[in-house]
C-alpha cells in the first residue's frame, strides 16, 4: 500500500503557540448513513476519564451509523480499542488483546480491528502496529476521532489499512455524537490537554495543548445532562483548575463551578486538580455550592522537594503542603486523594522517607500509587536510574500499606452513620447487593429492596473496610 499517512512525532506534538484552538463541527459525508445497519461493535477502553469519555463519542458515531453495540466480542463487525499510553503495563496489555484478537479475525476475516486514543500517538507504537499486528485495519489518534466514519468506509471501499494520527496542538470539536455508558453520571469536558509537562508525563503529547471549551457550550450541555435525568456530572480535564485561562482573564473555574452549580444538578465532582492553580476564588466557590461534593483529588506526585523539581511539577512539598492545610481547614468533612509515583529516576531512600512524611501529613482517604515507568520521548526517559526494580516494588509496598491505613482511618467516621449514596447498580462482587458512592466518593455496597439505579438513597453504614463501607438501606 502507498504510504498516505504521516506517523506522529512527539517532538511535534510539544509545541505550543499562543493562538486560540479552533472550534470546529462534527459532520460526515450524508452517504455513510446506514453504513452500519446489521452490523455490531465492540468497544474496549483503557486508561482514564478522558478516555471513558472518548469511547462514548466513538460509541455516539457508531450508533449514528447505524451499528449497534454488542457485549459479545465474537459477535462484533467492529472491534475498537481505546488505549492508554501513560505506564508501559497499560501498553503491553493492548499489545497483548490485540494479539489476541487474531484468531477471532482468522475466523472472520471481514471484522474490522481499529485502534485508537493516547499509544497511536506515539511514533513507535504506530510502527510496531503496522509491522507485527496485520489484523489491525484502523488507526486513529486522539485528535482523530471524527475521522472514523470515513474511515471506516474506506477500509470496506478498498480492504486497505487506515492510518490518521495528527501530532497537532488540537482543535475542540463540538457536535460530536455520544453514547453515554452511564444513564445517572456523566462525564462532561470541560477542557483537552494539557501544557504542564511533567517530565515523566506522555499526556501533554498525545493530547495537546490546553483548550478550554466555551463556557455555553459546557452549560448546554449540563442542561441537556439534567433534562435527560442525569443525577450526576464530573467536570473532566488534566488540569480543570487550569480552565479558561485560554479564552480570557476574566471566566475561570471557579467562576464555571458557580455556573454549573446553578443549573441545580444534584451532585458535581472534577478532576483533575494540579496544586499549582488552585486559587482561593476556586476554594470558595467549592465550600459556598452545596451540589459541589465533598471530595477533591489533589495529586502530590512525590514527598521530596528535589525529586518534585525534577519532575516539573512547579511546587515544593511545604507549598503543596500549605495548600493542602489550608483546604483541609476550609473545607471540613472532605475526602482528599491523591497521586503518588515512587522510583522516579534517582529517587533516594531519603526522598521515599519523604514520600512517606507527606502521606503522614496529609493523611489521604485514598492514593493512587504508581512504579515511575520510562515514556519515551519525555525529558525524565533520558535520566539516569540506577534503583533497582526490587527496591522500587518494595517501596510501592511500603506506601500502599500506609495508605491503607489512613484509608481504613478515615473511613471510620462512617461507622454506624447515615450517608446518602447515589445508586450505580448491583455490586459486582455480589447480585443480591447494591453499590454506590457517598458525597465524599466513597465507595458502599448495600443490601435493600425495589432499590433503583440513579436513586440516591438513604444507607446505615454496618461496616467498615479500608477502601469500601458495607451498609442497609434505611428507606
Ligand atoms: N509513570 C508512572 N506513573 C505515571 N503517571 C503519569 N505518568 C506516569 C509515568 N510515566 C501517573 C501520575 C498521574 C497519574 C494519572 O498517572 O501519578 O497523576
Ligand atoms: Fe501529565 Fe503533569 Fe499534565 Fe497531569 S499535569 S497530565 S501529570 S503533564
Known amino acids: 500500500m502507498a504510504k498516505d499517512y504521516l506517523l506522529p512525532d512527539l517532538k511535534d506534538a510539544r509545541k505550543r503557540n499562543r493562538e486560540l484552538s479552533q472550534k470546529v463541527h462534527f459532520s460526515y459525508d450524508p452517504s455513510y448513513e446506514g453504513m452500519g445497519d446489521g452490523l455490531c461493535y465492540y468497544i474496549i477502553t483503557h486508561g482514564c476519564q478522558a478516555n471513558q469519555r472518548d469511547s462514548e463519542t466513538m460509541a455516539g458515531i457508531l450508533d ?4 449497534v453495540s454488542t457485549e459479545d466480542e465474537t459477535k462484533a463487525d467492529v472491534i475498537i480499542i481505546n488505549t492508554c499510553a501513560v505506564r508501559q503495563g497499560a501498553e503491553e496489555k493492548v499489545f497483548g488483546e490485540i494479539g489476541a484478537l487474531k484468531r477471532l479475525k482468522m475466523n472472520k476475516p471481514e471484522l474490522i480491528i481499529g485502534i485508537g486514543g493516547c499509544m497511536c500517538q506515539e511514533e513507535e507504537t504506530v510502527k510496531i502496529l503496522l509491522d507485527k499486528y496485520r489484523q489491525v485495519d484502523i488507526i486513529f489518534g486522539t485528535h482523530n476521532i471524527g475521522s472514523l466514519p470515513k474511515m471506516l468506509h474506506d477500509v470496506y471501499a478498498t480492504r486497505q489499512r487506515r ?5 497537532k496542538m488540537g482543535d475542540i470539536v463540538e457536535d460530536l455524537p455520544v453514547t453515554r455508558f452511564m444513564s445517572h453520571k456523566a462525564w462532561v469536558n470541560i477542557m483537552y490537554g494539557c501544557d504542564k509537562f511533567c517530565t515523566y508525563c506522555i499526556v501533554p503529547y498525545t493530547r495537546g495543548k490546553e483548550r478550554s471549551r466555551y463556557k455555553e457550550d ?3 450541555e449540563v442542561e441537556q445532562l439534567i433534562g435527560q435525568g442525569y443525577k450526576e456530572i464530573c467536570l473532566l480535564g488534566q488540569n480543570v483548575n487550569a480552565y479558561g485561562k485560554d479564552l480570557s482573564d476574566e471566566y475561570g473555574f471557579a467562576d464555571l463551578l458557580n455556573d454549573v452549580s446553578a443549573t441545580g444538578i444534584d451532585r458535581i465532582r472534577f478532576m483533575t486538580s494540579h496544586p499549582w492553580d488552585f486559587n482561593e476564588r476556586m476554594i470558595q466557590a467549592i465550600k459556598q455550592n452545596d451540589n459541589i461534593m465533598p471530595y477533591i483529588h489533589l495529586p502530590i506526585q512525590s514527598g521530596s522537594s528535589r525529586i518534585l523539581k525534577k519532575m516539573n511539577r ?11 492545610d489550608k483546604l483541609k481547614q476550609e473545607l471540613p468533612g472532605y475526602a482528599f486523594t491523591t497521586d503518588i509515583i515512587v522510583g522516579f529516576p534517582d529517587e533516594t531512600d531519603q526522598d521515599f522517607q519523604d514520600t512517606l512524611e507527606a502521606v503522614d501529613h496529609c493523611r ?4 493512587y500509587t504508581f512504579i515511575y515507568s520510562r515514556r519515551k520521548g519525555t525529558p525524565a526517559a533520558e535520566f539516569p536510574d540506577a534503583t533497582p526494580q526490587e527496591v522500587k516494588e518494595a517501596r510501592l509496598q511500603e506506601l500502599n500499606k500506609k495508605v491503607a491505613y489512613y484509608a481504613n482511618l478515615n473511613n471510620q467516621r462512617f461507622a454506624g452513620q447515615i450517608v446518602e449514596v447515589l445508586v450505580d447498580g448491583l455490586s459486582k462482587r455480589n447480585s443480591h447487593t447494591y453499590s454506590g458512592y457517598t458525597p465524599e466518593n466513597k465507595l458502599v455496597n448495600f443490601t435493600g429492596t425495589d432499590i433503583r439505579t440513579g436513586e440516591i438513597v438513604k444507607v446505615k453504614i454496618t461496616e467498615v473496610l479500608s477502601f469500601s463501607l458495607n451498609g442497609i438501606a434505611v428507606e
Do not use: C, M, P
Not at 64 to 67: D, E, I, P, R, T
Open 64 to 67: 449514528a451509523l447505524g451499528y
Open 163 to 167: 492510518v490518521e494520527v495528527f501530532s
Open 218 to 220: 459546557i452549560l448546554l
Open 314 to 324: 512547579r511546587y515544593s512539598k511545604e507549598e503543596y503542603f500549605a495548600l493542602f
Open 364 to 367: 489521604y482517604d485514598n492514593a
